[in-house]
Every structure is written in C-alpha cells, then in structure tokens.
C-alpha cells in the first residue's frame, strides 16, 4: 500500500525520512522495508499551495495519507485542503497512541 508521509522534525516519520534502518517502537524492532520520498523545503503551513499543486500531479491518490506536524490545527487545515481540492478519502492525522497499520 503506498502512502505519503508529511513528517516534522523531531518524530519517528522524520528519523524514517532521513534514513534510519529500522525502528524501536514500544521497545519492539521494526525493520524499515519501504521506498520513501521526501519534499525538502516546503511545510503546510508556509507552502500549502506548492504542496498542494505537487500533489495534484499523482496519477492516482495513496490509499492513505497521513499529515504529522507539530500543531494539530495546522494538520487538519491541511488535511481538510487535501480533501477538498484534491478529493483524497483516506487522508488523516495520527494522534498519540493510535496504531496505524503499515
């Protein structure tokens, strides 16, 4: 399942990004076996339309898309733009000690 990950700095999603191998999560090793790509330069908050605009440019949606950043309510006016403009479904924001399913 591809996804996409907008990750801030400090957070697991960034330590994916920048190359870790593997994880700890919950004490737990997870191997990390996914292609990733990164935006480097651009934030919601600053740069909403470029990303935006990069993103209408998918053939077709991820199945998911989780939005990470620092401030929720940045989160979630970027997940509502994405939904609106684009009509992604499966656009979300994690919140703390929700499982997702990779």
């Known amino acids: 399942m591809k996804q996409t990950f907008l990750s801030a700095a ?10 870790a ?3 700890r999560i919950f004490g737990i090793p997870v191997p ?17 339309k470029a990303l935006l605009a990069w993103m209408s440019h998918f053939r077709k949606p ?6 990470v950043h620092d401030k929720g ?3 979630a006016v970027f997940a509502d733009a994405i939904r609106d403009r684009l009509g992604w ?4 924001i994690p919140t703390l000690r929700r499982s997702v399913i990779l």
């Open 62 to 67: 991820p199945a998911r898309t989780s939005i």
């Open 32 to 48: 990390i076996r996914a292609d990733l790509y990164t935006i480097n330069g651009l934030s919601a908050p600053a740069e909403q």
């Open 89 to 92: 479904k499966g656009v979300e």
């Open 73 to 75: 309510s940045v989160s």
């Open 10 to 19: 400090g957070t697991l999603g960034r330590r994916i990004v920048d190359g």
């Open 21 to 23: 191998r593997g994880v």
